[in-house]
């Protein structure tokens, strides 16, 4: 896992170019998935995250982790964003980016990996910003081998017919 730093054009520039986003399309994952992440709740774990999602056509859509008292019901930030963009009726992204407050960045738990994987293709880069701005950015398919897909169940259409 190499990290990168968000400050050397040249890293950004040539992260860019592999992962087929514009520098001008980062620069907003970045900015606003570390802003995102000051709006997390998360009086429990204190661990702040915050996520931004750029759809197939060029929307950016945040969301940030939100906690419960009741542990399990807590939400990550990566699902409440996606949640947000299929609300507004988006179901195709881009890119995904994800910000906390450690270093090295961490990546998405495997329940948002999978989560993700029900909208994005395998090839869909995953970009992890950590508390100095340093990044990774990973393919989905890196994230979640041998995945399964919303493409492995056989559609509706050709189901038998219960009652």
């Known amino acids: 896992m190499k990290l990168l730093s968000s400050s050397d054009p040249s890293q950004v520039s040539q992260a860019c170019a592999e992962y087929g986003i514009t520098s001008a399309q980062f620069d907003t994952l970045y900015t606003r998935s570390r802003a995102a992440k000051d709006r ?33 019901v807590g939400t990550c930030a990566e699902r ?16 995904v980016a994800v ?8 990546s998405p738990c495997g329940m948002c990996r999978q989560f993700i994987r029900e909208f994005c293709h395998l090839e869909t880069p995953i970009l992890m910003f950590d508390k100095d701005g340093s990044f990774v950015i990973m393919k989905l398919g890196q994230l979640l081998p041998a995945s399964f897909g919303p493409e492995a169940l056989p559609s509706a259409a050709s189901l038998p017919a219960t009652g």
């Open 40 to 72: 997390a709740y998360c009086p429990y774990s204190r661990f702040r995250v915050g996520s931004c999602i750029l759809t197939d056509n060029a929307q950016f859509i945040d969301g940030v982790n939100v906690e419960n008292a009741s542990y399990p």
């Open 99 to 106: 910000a906390t407050d450690i270093s090295p960045p961490a």
């Open 80 to 95: 409440v964003a996606i949640g947000a963009a299929v609300s507004q009726g988006h179901k195709k992204f881009k890119a």
